[in-house]
């Protein structure tokens, strides 16, 4: 058993959560490596079950663990560090790290354009948009929802494809022969709702990036208008500033 200081003035969930976060430093538990369950830090260091609760979930909320519903607790990657000077879909950005993209539609449908659509789309309110909300993966982990607001005016039967199996940008370009030159993006730091800590499988409270793209393509038409929100604990963004 690993003896922890009762005396000390760090709480004894931190102390064990160092603990682990050292051996994770260390190699000991290398990437995707489950860590001991509750129970086996419970013997271990000789603490309470809420104790060793509580530091695996400050562990995960510091990114360096994922748990996995009935599985245990697991040890993650770096995060994914994307440059912010390609234009990049999903898709294509997964899949030039070696990693495995998919998707998981949450919905797929028209919609009317609110006053905040037709704004940011530059089309008549009640105009039909393209409403595609997908929950996007890298090797089977959650990493961000998105949801893309297309007029359907320039993508006509569009959902007819499979969504989960096939990338937009691709769609894009092979049905509509647009290609994508530029694209517009705010990004801002928040805290997951909800609705997002479950489907991104996170515990509150739990950091977010939200990320607004607006793309155009080479007859400068804007095609998409993307909000995403992306697990802070698995992507970063890169970004090349020079001096002009
Ligand atoms: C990226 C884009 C999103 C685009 C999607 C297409 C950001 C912040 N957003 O996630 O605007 O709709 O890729 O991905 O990068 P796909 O081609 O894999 O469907």
Same mark, same amino acid.
């Given at each position: 058993?690993?003896?922890?200081?009762?005396?000390?003035?760090?709480?004894?969930?931190?102390?064990?959560?160092?603990?682990?976060?050292?051996?994770?430093?260390?190699?000991?538990?290398?990437?995707?490596?489950?860590?001991?369950?509750?129970?086996?830090?419970?013997?271990?260091?000789?603490?309470?079950?809420?104790?060793?609760?509580?530091?695996?979930?400050?562990?995960?909320?510091?990114?360096?663990?994922?748990?996995?519903?009935?599985?245990?607790?697991?040890?993650?990657?770096?995060?994914?560090?994307?440059?912010?000077?390609?234009?990049?879909?999903?898709?294509?950005?997964?899949?030039?790290?070696?990693? &495995?993209?998919?998707?998981?539609?949450?919905?797929?449908?028209?919609?009317?354009?609110?006053?905040?659509?037709?704004?940011?789309?530059?089309?008549?309110?009640?105009? +039909?948009?393209?409403?595609?909300? &997908?929950?996007?993966?890298?090797?089977?982990?959650?990493?961000?929802? +998105?949801?893309?607001?297309?007029?359907?005016?320039?993508?006509?039967?569009?959902?007819?494809?499979?969504?989960?199996?096939?990338?937009?940008?691709?769609?894009?370009? &092979?049905?509509?022969?647009?290609?994508?030159?530029?694209?517009?993006?705010?990004? +801002?730091?928040?805290?997951?709702?909800?609705?997002?800590?479950?489907?991104?499988?996170?515990?509150?409270?739990?950091?977010?990036? &939200?990320?607004?793209?607006?793309?155009?393509?080479?007859?400068?038409?804007?095609?998409?208008?993307?909000?995403?929100?992306?697990?802070?604990?698995?992507?970063?963004?890169?970004?090349?500033?020079?001096?002009?």
């Amino acid at each position: 058993m690993v003896t922890l200081s009762k005396n000390a003035p760090v709480p004894l969930y931190l102390q064990v959560k160092n603990a682990l976060e050292a051996e994770i430093q260390d190699g000991t538990y290398g990437q995707d490596a489950r860590l001991p369950s509750e129970r086996e830090l419970c013997e271990r260091f000789g603490v309470s079950r809420m104790t060793a609760r509580q530091a695996l979930k400050e562990l995960e909320r510091d990114g360096l663990v994922f748990s996995r519903v009935g599985k245990g607790t697991f040890v993650s990657g770096p995060k994914i560090d994307q440059q912010l000077r390609s234009l990049t879909g999903f898709t294509q950005e997964i899949g030039t790290r070696g990693s &495995r993209p998919s998707s998981i539609v949450l919905s797929a449908q028209i919609i009317p354009a609110s006053e905040h659509l037709s704004d940011v789309l530059k089309i008549m309110q009640g105009a +039909e948009v393209v409403a595609l909300s &997908r929950l996007r993966l890298s090797d089977d982990l959650p990493l961000c929802i +998105e949801i893309a607001h297309i007029p359907h005016y320039l993508c006509p039967n569009i959902l007819k494809n499979d969504f989960a199996h096939t990338s937009l940008y691709d769609v894009f370009e &092979r049905d509509y022969g647009y290609r994508l030159v530029r694209a517009e993006q705010v990004m +801002e730091a928040s805290l997951a709702v909800p609705r997002e800590l479950d489907i991104l499988q996170m515990v509150a409270p739990a950091s977010v990036l &939200r990320i607004e793209r607006l793309t155009y393509n080479e007859q400068d038409v804007l095609v998409e208008y993307v909000v995403s929100t992306y697990r802070g604990d698995r992507y970063k963004f890169h970004l090349t500033l020079q001096q002009w």
